[in-house]
């Protein structure tokens, strides 16, 4: 269940007490109003809230589902004798109706077919749910006050390339069984971050400084899995990274929760798209939601998922960091977006505050006092402002140009032999490869030019030292 959808309802209690009550609305005779019960009907109606209130805070559940109808518009109103039991109870159908699980809805037990309801699928919280637009917003905007009262943002997490990188068994390399990989996997090591997923056939390697990340990121964020993976696997996964369920709980989204084919969307998570930030390698599957995403590097652990990058860090024997890697430098962001949207010190009220403003103007301080020019990065029938490391670029708070002049700083090229680099090497610009771009919009800092230099830059320059001296 959702934890604090509202500030006095307990989500998960309504929705039980709903789902109960909803059952004996079922049960009713075709021929009769719902409002009308049978003597039977009505001892069974007794027998269901006796049922209720045997289980722990049973006549309170009650008590707080009777208020959460009056506030929908609907009423239940038992009529409880001196032992509390119930002489009458009536159950109104719901104009219009608020949700539906496994195709009734879930006051009045109408089934979905017979009505013209459009609404959210919300089956990673319970299956077959559908939520109302109207009551999305309602719980959205409770979701919203709890998170602001608690000082908290919402972050969404990717699972693969992001937190984990998984491969099939038969897809293991030779080397990597020469290595021992899947015995490793095996071993019963509480510290082990190489699993083994028997039912599935596959093996997962966590990344370095997963379980530290989600512990500081749980003080500051709510946090949500979404994945484009299965619902079984993802489940596996979480309790990989949460084997204690104090994370996530119920909240992992799997692609079949999503609502537009090959798309994440934020529509299936309560709470405001300005409280939400993204965590995930694949930019594409965020059309809708770009101003919310952090774009991870990629995490390539296996042989299988790096085939066309070089040997993958199991055959190598390496891996990333803890101290400095992807999710340890991610973790700093994160918090200095935390600090600055509950600035105290800004006058805007918290509840008119975004966190999107926020994550660009940080971007836009990377490189910002950079003026770039590109020579031959890109095709020569191609636009360079439509292409991707030119738009990074600028999203990175850089200046693109596309000739030289004095105020360029950088020339960006994978030649030293180009014109423009050159250029660069005579009049003392920074030379280097379109790695840096990349490496600076992964690490939200600028990096060392040094470590990026361009192809060729050594050659020409002895041929320019030999030239220099047959001159002399």
Not at 9 to 19: G, K, N, S, V
Not at 81 to 106: E, M, N, R, W
Not at 248 to 264: A, E, G, P, R
Request: glycine share 6%.
């Amino acid at each position: 269940s959702l934890s604090s959808l509202s500030e006095d309802d307990d989500f998960a209690d309504i929705l039980d007490a709903e789902l109960e009550l909803a059952s004996a609305a079922d049960s009713a005779s075709p021929g009769e109003p719902p409002g009308s019960p049978s003597d039977e009907e009505e001892e069974e109606e007794e027998d269901l809230v006796v049922e209720l209130d045997a289980v722990g805070q049973g006549s309170n559940k009650r008590r707080r589902l009777e208020e959460h109808h009056q506030d929908q518009g609907t009423a239940t109103r038992p009529e409880e004798d001196a032992i509390g039991s119930v002489k009458d109870a009536q159950i109104k159908i719901c104009p219009p109706h608020t949700g539906f699980i496994g195709g009734l809805c879930y006051i009045c037990g109408k089934n979905q077919d017979e009505e013209d309801f459009t609404g959210v699928p919300f089956g990673y919280i319970a299956e077959g749910l559908r939520l109302s637009n109207s009551e999305m917003d309602r719980l959205s905007g409770s979701e919203v006050k709890n998170l602001l009262r608690e000082r908290k943002l919402v972050l969404i997490l990717d699972l693969d390339h992001t937190l984990i990188n998984s491969t099939r068994l038969h897809d293991i390399s030779a080397a990597e069984m020469d290595l021992g990989i899947q015995s490793a996997a095996s071993k019963n090591d509480p510290d082990r971050s190489l699993f083994t997923l028997q039912g599935m056939c596959m093996l997962t390697k966590l990344r370095p400084f997963v379980r530290k990340f989600l512990e500081e990121a749980s003080n500051m964020f709510e946090m949500y899995i979404y994945t484009m993976g299965f619902k079984a696997y993802a489940i596996e996964i979480a309790k990989l990274l949460d084997p204690g369920n104090v994370y996530f709980d119920s909240k992992v989204i799997s692609n079949s929760d999503c609502t537009q084919q090959h798309q994440k969307g934020l529509d299936v998570v309560p709470g405001a798209d300005s409280l939400a930030v993204v965590l995930d390698d694949t930019e594409y599957v965020w059309q809708k939601h770009k101003e919310n995403l952090i774009l991870m590097e990629r995490y390539h652990y296996f042989a299988a998922s790096c085939r066309h990058s070089g040997q993958s860090l199991s055959e190598l024997m390496q891996d990333e960091r803890e101290s400095d890697g992807a999710l340890a430098t991610i973790l700093d962001v994160l918090k200095r977006i935390h600090t600055i949207f509950f600035d105290l010190g800004v006058g805007t009220a918290l509840s008119s505050r975004d966190v999107r403003p926020v994550i660009k103007r940080m971007r836009q301080e990377v490189l910002q006092g950079c003026k770039l020019v590109f020579s031959r990065v890109f095709p020569s029938d191609c636009r360079p402002q439509h292409q991707i490391m030119w738009k990074m670029a600028e999203q990175l708070g850089a200046v693109c140009c596309s000739e030289v002049d004095p105020s360029v700083t950088h020339v960006v090229a994978v030649h030293a032999g180009t014109e423009k680099a050159r250029w660069a090497v005579k009049h003392k610009k920074f030379l280097l490869h379109p790695r840096w771009i990349e490496a600076c919009n992964y690490r939200w800092h600028r990096q060392p030019e040094e470590d990026f230099p361009v192809p060729g830059l050594k050659e020409d320059k002895g041929k320019e030292k030999v030239a220099e001296i047959a001159h002399l």
